[in-house]
């Protein structure tokens, strides 16, 4: 092979050795790109869905404030007026079956979040579920009133199942992606921590003396004195949390 034979081969193997090089830097490139899109969208995912259930949860204490607000305590029996027994009967039973509706638009939320970033549902993975749970059980409790007849009633009162205060749990998921590249793929995940908050101040000696985390735990937190107050400045916060 003469010189020139020799150097046209080399140029084509050099010219080769670029488009290579030239093409992994364009793959890593497109990975990093994704890599930044899959954190983003398994941010957004589950802080949109955290914050839906802390609107949920204050939604729900609302609602039933909006019935039990007369029930008073008294030697561990709930009292209420007989002319609103049979309406406080209604709505805790509707607020009682209204519960997983609350959780399926946390659900939801988390399904529409990652496919607005342009991730399958499929390729979110929940770590911890128990942090995206609405977290409330509704509990059946005797009511009395004068007049009429004890009654058991479902759903009287909600209890919280998180067990700390001053938050109502940790969430985490994952999103899986892949990025292409020469001679295959490149798979990867971008994890995602996030907590509710307790968003009272507990810096005000009422709620301090008086708070229960938003929801009580137990029956004895859920009264309050003559009072039946099962929710307790019910307003939460959802933040980003730190990967374990």
């Known amino acids: ?24 830097c364009a793959d890593m490139m497109l990975a990093w790109v994704g890599t930044q899109r899959a954190q983003t969208a398994a941010d957004f995912a589950l802080l949109s869905a955290v914050r839906v259930r802390g609107q949920s949860l204050e939604t729900v204490a609302a609602r039933w404030d909006d019935f039990g607000a007369p029930i008073t305590h008294s030697g561990g029996t709930l009292n209420a007026p007989a002319s609103l027994v049979t309406a ?49 059980e509704a509990q059946t409790q005797f009511l009395s009133s004068t007049g009429f007849p004890t009654l058991s009633i479902e759903g009287l009162w909600l209890r919280r199942v998180w067990l700390d205060t001053a938050e109502a749990g940790t969430a985490a998921v994952s999103v899986a992606w892949n990025s292409p590249r020469l001679g295959g793929s490149w798979t990867f995940t971008a ?36 009072l039946f107050r099962p929710d307790r400045y019910p307003v939460y916060r959802a933040q980003l949390a730190a990967l374990p």
């Not at 959780?103 to 993975?125: C, M």
């Not at 008086?210 to 937190?221: A, E, I, K, P």
Request: overall charge positive.
């Open 88 to 136: 406080i009967a209604a709505n805790a039973l509707a607020l009682k079956r209204a519960l997983p509706g609350y959780q399926g638009r946390i659900t939801s939320a988390l399904t529409v979040a990652a496919e607005a970033n342009g991730v399958a549902r499929t390729a979110v993975t929940q770590s911890t579920p128990g942090g995206l749970r609405l977290g409330l």
């Open 191 to 226: 994890p995602a921590s996030a907590r509710l908050e307790w968003d009272a101040d507990t810096h005000d000696v009422a709620v301090a003396a008086d708070g229960n985390g938003g929801f009580s735990g137990d029956w004895v937190s859920a009264s309050s004195g003559a």
């Open 1 to 24: 092979m003469n010189r020139r034979g020799s150097a046209l081969v080399l140029m084509m193997l050099l010219t080769v050795a670029a488009l290579i090089t030239a093409r992994l």
